[in-house]
């Protein structure tokens, strides 16, 4: 085998769109990415060339058959990372989705980012009761199996924690990686009821204009949605990606509020209450509120901002000199659908507009790429999205211009992953 | 709690659209199905009634906090069937889905179906080579961390295996559920590499028609592919819904080609060779061809036909008396995208179009349903799908006239389903 004839005709071809390396998408599309297929001598390999090549192991002898239930390879091992738990809250803390690792939009069940207030309940389905009542002609009271007959929707959503990526907003975090600093996000189909459908059947009362949602877990975890919201798109969610809802994901059954922050979206959901005010439950007065400079807070700031981030390379992956690369992420907006995904890999001096190479789906992960050619010098690679409103996603400094450094929820704020001369890949702040 | 008030007002309301009980798809919009939520009495339960439901014991102390890798309820337990193993072939068999408890179109990972031929080899990526040679200008063999550098793209397709289906054709499993006569489909995000974009890069020769795509388990699994094909949609897949790509789907990587029937998509793909024709591997000449009834087979039977089936109610299901019921199911194509599907409930006689409840991607599964009013009497259940090509499902006795019944391949009849007078669901031939 070697290497080099291709080299030598494909580099002097490579079209740059922008500064430090970045290449015209067209090379994603037409060719290969330099040198990455070794050519293989005609002479050695024959035409049965492959034939030729060292016969493995695995190929010699029969496999196990099919099994009842499928699990990943052991030369996989991706996981979760648990933080911030608290020993005065049992049950408590989060737990990220290892981006850098994934590809495409959807998020594996296995790996859907966590966030508890106590907990995981293990809930018997057949002792769970949904509960509507409140504002509404008729309180009424459901059972899992009587919801299995309502009409359901599916639909791909993200959902992120309105915490996701708080370290940038004060500079923590200088190791962290793209799961660790931004693991708070993950993709699903969720299939469930409307709400709407329920509320209908309960009967609004006028004076209505909030429903306070509240789970089964031992936190009670509540949170209060205006009217409208749920009327529109909020769903009692009862499947993920096919199969019933996970527990840590609030089995067997959750609000889910598409695009709003996570939070909201109670999981183990058990009652909802249609109100006239929010209910000013704990989670949206001493939690979840974004403190401003002035230390007042501003309260119920639900939906997610347009955002983007580059997961390969990012913090703690090694580039190798004078590679070409597929600098690829993911981009969302609580908003609407991604239209445009731009990188840079100057800090921010020149932006090429990326590839899409997923479904463009409302208010769900989309996946960008852009071809990177780089020669060994220092570089700063970012990603900046934009999307069907025509919201585009701030610096850093912007964010902290306009909300300060006390706040810790709703960071959209631009990553800046720094690459050495030694091809370290880290996060600064630029 | 009580129930019957909002019965009374409701019923009058429902309107029919087709025999034996089918109702207008607003019934699914509008209003929640008749008495599956129970009116709560206000005098009983207060305004806050929720609270005054007994407390189960998961609400009442903290659950364990977020895993490093999720797992399903303990009250869940869904599981692949496995079916048609054969001691003489080591390995060899399939597993099957379980249709009747999913929802949306997404297959969670653990629960896509599977059909080897020597089992699934544990292979570490680190020794696993793809060759591409044959009639290219330059063979070139590409190691697993070199092809993760390499555009990709992100797509939903379904997966069905040729022989899904199959016993319809000779009127077997009379007791047959939609797992154990269906459940050889599954559906997605496949994350990949186009074939084109590597084939380009080895350099096709003029004279080039097929690709002979072989797999690295101990079968040496092959199958030919048109060359047209491959520079159009076929892509080599590194990912499934975000997460390599599991070992019994392939891994490290696997052929993927969109809306053709499974075995074409070669798994733990090896080696794609470039010719001027088919290779004529055993598994397109002894097995995976169509025996016609005058015993000449068809050969390259490619592309999975226009298909859908209701998942519930559906074989070994009960229904209750009186009961309005969600009907619904699935519908895809490998063709195109699913355009429209409608339901039967009186074995064919009349016919009803049925909402689409998800997104309608290219070949990729679809969910429908329509809410359906029994009154007892004995009901066949049916559904019809047509694509975007404007293809329609046929009956089982068209498939027969065409087909014969010595074929076992390509199957893509209308399923009928029986309801009896106490509400059991079976399959059967109408």
């Known amino acids: 085998m070697k290497q080099g004839k291709l080299e030598k005709k494909r580099q002097p071809r490579l079209e740059k769109v922008a500064g430090n390396g970045l290449l015209s998408r067209r090379h994603l599309l037409g060719l290969g990415l330099g040198g990455a297929g070794l050519a293989m001598s005609q002479a050695v390999m024959g035409q049965d060339a492959g034939l030729k090549l060292e016969i493995p192991g695995w190929s010699k002898t029969p496999g196990p058959g099919p099994s009842a239930y499928g699990s990943a390879s052991s030369h996989v091992g991706l996981e979760r990372q648990s933080g911030f738990g608290n020993p005065l809250y049992p049950g408590g803390g989060a737990s990220r989705s290892p981006l850098q690792h994934l590809q495409g939009t959807i998020t594996p069940n296995n790996l859907h980012f966590e966030r508890h207030h106590a907990g995981v309940p293990d809930i018997d389905p057949a002792g769970h009761k949904l509960v509507i009542n409140g504002l509404v002609r008729q309180p009424l009271v459901f059972d899992y199996e009587d919801l299995l007959k309502y009409t359901m929707v599916s639909r791909i959503y993200f959902l992120e924690c309105s915490g996701n990526s708080g370290a940038l907003l004060y500079g923590g975090n200088p190791d962290g990686t793209a799961q660790s600093l931004h693991g708070l996000v993950s993709c699903a189909e969720w299939t469930g009821i409307p709400i709407s459908t329920l509320l209908e059947e309960a009967g609004v009362l006028p004076e209505a204009r909030w429903i306070a949602a509240v789970g089964a877990d031992a936190a009670s975890m509540g949170r209060s949605v205006p009217l409208n919201k749920a009327m529109d798109d909020s769903m009692l969610a009862l499947f993920q990606n096919g199969e019933p809802v996970r527990p840590e994901q609030g089995y067997p059954m959750r609000l889910f509020n598409p695009g709003w922050e996570g939070n909201t979206s109670v999981?183990?959901?058990?009652?909802?209450?249609?109100?006239?005010?929010?209910?000013?439950?704990?989670?949206?007065?001493?939690?979840?509120?974004?403190?401003?400079?002035?230390?007042?807070?501003?309260?119920?700031?639900?939906?997610?901002?347009?955002?983007?981030?580059?997961?390969?390379?990012?913090?703690?992956?090694?580039?190798?000199?004078?590679?070409?690369?597929?600098?690829?992420?993911?981009?969302?907006?609580?908003?609407?659908?991604?239209?445009?995904?731009?990188?840079?890999?100057?800090?921010?001096?020149?932006?090429?507009?990326?590839?899409?190479?997923?479904?463009?789906?409302?208010?769900?992960?989309?996946?960008?790429?852009?071809?990177?050619?780089?020669?060994?010098?220092?570089?700063?690679?970012?990603?900046?999205?934009?999307?069907?409103?025509?919201?585009?996603?701030?610096?850093?400094?912007?964010?902290?211009?306009?909300?300060?450094?006390?706040?810790?929820?709703?960071?959209?704020?631009?990553?800046?992953?720094?690459?050495?001369?030694?091809?370290e890949v880290t996060n600064v702040y630029v």
């Open 267 to 423: 999981k183990w959901l058990t009652q909802i209450k249609v109100t006239r005010e929010p209910a000013q439950f704990r989670d949206e007065t001493s939690k979840y509120t974004d403190t401003m400079p002035d230390r007042k807070s501003l309260q119920f700031t639900f939906p997610m901002d347009v955002k983007s981030l580059i997961t390969s390379p990012s913090g703690q992956m090694t580039v190798a000199r004078n590679g070409v690369y597929r600098v690829n992420g993911i981009a969302w907006s609580g908003s609407g659908s991604i239209r445009r995904v731009e990188v840079s890999a100057d800090g921010g001096s020149t932006w090429a507009d990326a590839l899409i190479d997923s479904q463009q789906l409302d208010k769900a992960l989309t996946r960008f790429s852009i071809p990177w050619q780089w020669d060994g010098s220092p570089a700063v690679l970012q990603s900046r999205a934009t999307d069907s409103t025509g919201n585009v996603q701030p610096t850093r400094e912007a964010v902290i211009a306009a909300k300060g450094t006390i706040n810790r929820y709703h960071n959209p704020c631009i990553q800046s992953w720094g690459v050495s001369p030694s091809g």
